[in-house]
């Protein structure tokens, strides 16, 4: 029996190291998902089970191809029965297979997290409109009160009283068609999203939350996601990344901003939650930063976010965002990230 070399058992050693913490972690993400669904009330998610194998060596005896277990060093060729040993490229599939099982029970436990967001939307939505009816009316009704007190007979009161309503009429228009002013610069942008790529658009919480269901295995802000169930997102593919962009210069609370949201898998560390968050092409850094953009990374790939009234600014200054995605993209892939399937 041919003994093998030290190095090769060390590296089998480091890969089924590697293989039963990704195992582990995975399971115990499918605990944590499990307790969520219980607190939130939410559906429990099926958490995806690592492949039954993956692509090995070419077989040295008949040139069939091969595959071995996640985890396996060893395997018999299925054509001629031959030993096989795995090799760097099939270890690293191996774990890239065990690591797509951690995101996928992540990404579970956050489902929960998100159906919690679409619930506090809809308590979140009926309350809404009376923000801006009190921080009018409010106002506009103390100074009637104040107005009628001081004015010395019936008429003059009544003529009060109209100017104030109109007063409160005109306020109450003003703030209605700057909304309307701002939103629609908005949807232009993300129709030229749509049109440019391919894409779809998105509406409401419930879209937003099946979006990052499928893609995004990191935390998002549950009240930014709850708060936004007026504002619309375009979602497409650059390169095979799937994008999203999410603009809400109105928010029902918090302040207003912009996301983009690039999908990427990094080998070897997206499974940690540790993608790289200052690496990449430099040039492409700075441009998406002098835009107002603020960059940060993590398992499920690249955020840039634009917030508080720089959000606004840069919806009525006719904001880029086809420009910007392809920046990001560029990011992305000189990282090392590169495009996966959905995990939904």
Known sequence: ???????????AREYRKGVAAELASAEEQALIARRYAEIAFAPVSPVRAPAGGVQGVV?????ATSRFAVGAMLA?????????????????RGLGQAALATRAARLAALQSERYFATRLARKTR????????????VPAIAALLFSLSSLPDAETQALGCAAASVLALLVVSALGLWRRSLQQRADNALREVVLRHAGREIRGVEGLAAWMNAHWSDRYHVYDLSGAFRCRAAACELEGYPVLVIVNPIPAAGEPFIDLLLSAWYDGRSEFGNGPAAKGDPDARRALEGRGFGLQSGPSGIQARIRGEACRRSLKEGIDF???LETLTRIAASQGGRPEASLG
């Open 1 to 11: 029996m041919t003994q093998l070399a030290p190095a090769v058992l060390d590296a």
């Open 59 to 63: 077989c040295h005896s008949c040139g």
């Open 76 to 92: 018999s060729c299925a054509h001629c029965g031959a030993s096989l040993l795995a090799n760097s490229e099939t270890r690293a």
């Open 126 to 137: 009926v309350m809404s409109w009376l923000v801006p009816v009190n921080v009018v009316a």
């Open 322 to 324: 086809g420009a910007a």
